[in-house]
């Protein structure tokens, strides 16, 4: 979706500011949300596609106005509601009303390197690769109202992949709950003045990494 | 959790308990009602915030890229699998399978964003910095990389490349900066002390060895 979470190439957002010394976390909380979303991932309550669109449909107003973990919470909030782990009364009271909805596995102390651990997202190849190191392609010109992985700075540019990360799950499908739908995976770099026009820094070359649904041969 | 009381709990949080934001609450409320349901086990939670609190941060990293700088059959190794290379060393967190390590050289500067979110490289350089995950940052870095390089006071020759990888997947990328001058001999682990966490993003370079112990 077209959404303020896609920034790339935006203006007006001011200068970068490093906190010296920057602590994990700001307060306690922080810590909380964090390893709640990770113990979620790791019950199989959702995937991390959920997270980032629950976050990507927040109000535009919200989302540029919440810190990082706020915007987990927010989601995360979101995403029990709707998957039904938890009621809407449930979360009114603050309390546990009914027994919870069985989940493949839980994240105990004993297990908490394995939980931290990223799981892999390659998946099983449906079919060959369709391009290869050196090939030119054309990223397509796609808006579709739900998640999808194409930043719009870099929608209908002509560029020339690098590398193939292999078959990997397919977030555009994952997020809409449509199955893990694998897909090829490559780095695709950019020129800079195909991306920023003319006027570009031409010692610039930006990259992204495209699931082939994104591309088209050029 | 309206987005206007996003910075407060900087201020006042675990000290003053009587001050509870209502960002805490809710985040308490949330986790009562998810272990009640028995989904999440709060020793688990503390667990997994220790390990980020002490554990997996950025000198994971640093020993990788020390470890590349004195070892060349490791360096490649590094470069064509970084995933494995950095299992091999087996005394920090397991990587997961998607980690490509990208070396900057005299030519050539890489710089990491991710436009989109925030996707980092958690295993080797822990959790990512908040100027990481933050507009400015991902707005600019596709589109300006040289300014951004100028807010972290890093002014590169005019005809070096700058290469930006905006993370867009699962894969995640680390930079092997540049070793610097002057530090012949060194150990593996003195080395690794040069190595910052900016350095490994592209947001900065390794320190130079007067830079040390200042």
């Known amino acids: 979706m077209n959404g303020v979470h896609d920034m790339g190439g935006m203006d007006g957002f001011g200068k970068v500011e490093a906190e010296p010394n920057e602590p994990p976390f700001h307060a306690p909380w922080e810590g ?3 390893a709640m979303q990770r113990a ?4 199989g309550a959702w995937h991390i596609d959920h997270s980032r669109f629950a976050q990507e449909q927040l109000p535009p107003g919200v989302y540029l106005t919440s810190s990082y973990y706020q915007r987990w919470a927010l989601a995360m909030e979101k995403n029990v509601l709707e998957r039904g782990y938890v009621g809407p009364d449930e979360m009114a009271a603050g309390h546990a009303l009914r027994p919870g909805k069985p989940l493949k596995r839980k994240l105990t102390p004993d297990v908490v ?5 990223r799981s892999s997202f390659y998946r099983q190849q449906q079919g060959p690769a369709r391009f290869k190191p050196g090939d030119r392609v054309r990223t397509r010109n796609i808006h579709p109202q739900t998640h999808t992985r194409l930043p719009r700075y870099a929608r209908d540019k002509v560029g020339v992949v690098e590398l193939i990360h292999g078959c990997h799950m397919y977030p555009d499908s994952v997020a809409v709950d449509r199955g893990d739908n694998p897909q090829w995976l490559y780095t695709v770099v950019f020129e800079s003045r195909e991306l920023w026009g003319p006027d570009a820094d031409p010692t610039l070359k930006i990259s992204i990494d495209a699931f082939e649904p994104y591309l088209e041969p050029a | 959790m309206a987005g206007h009381d996003h910075d407060h709990d900087h201020d006042h949080h675990h000290e003053h308990g009587s001050e509870l934001s209502e960002t805490q609450l809710r985040v308490r409320a949330l986790e009562t009602i998810l272990t009640e349901k028995g989904y999440v086990d709060p020793a688990a939670l503390d667990a997994i ?4 609190e002490t554990k997996i941060g950025p000198r994971n990293g640093a020993v990788v890229v020390a470890k590349a700088w004195t070892d060349p059959a490791y360096k490649q190794a590094l470069l064509d699998d970084a995933s494995k290379a950095v299992a091999s060393l087996g005394h920090m967190s397991r990587v997961g399978d998607h980690l490509v ?5 005299p030519q050539r500067h890489n710089m990491i964003v991710c436009t989109l979110c925030s996707c980092y490289p958690w295993e080797v350089l822990g959790l ?13 870095a596709v589109k300006d990389p040289r300014g951004v390089l100028a807010d972290f006071g890093i002014d590169l020759p005019k005809e070096t490349e700058v290469r930006v990888w905006d993370s867009t997947a699962e894969t995640r990328f680390l930079v092997l900066p540049m070793r ?11 080395l690794a002390d ?3 966490r900016d350095s490994m993003i592209g947001a900065g370079l390794a320190k130079k060895p007067e830079e040390l112990a200042r």
């Open chain 1, 32 to 34: 909380r949300v964090l």
């Open chain 1, 40 to 43: 979620m991932g790791y019950a």
């Open chain 1, 113 to 117: 390197e394995a939980g931290m651990t």
């Open chain 2, 49 to 52: 915030i220790e390990a980020y």
């Open chain 2, 101 to 105: 390590a990208v070396e900057n050289t």
């Open chain 2, 128 to 140: 990512p910095p908040v100027w990481y995950k933050s507009a400015p940052y991902r707005s600019r």
């Open chain 2, 180 to 190: 610097p001058a002057g530090t012949e001999g060194w150990s593996e682990e003195r």
């Open chain 2, 194 to 196: 040069l190595v910052t």
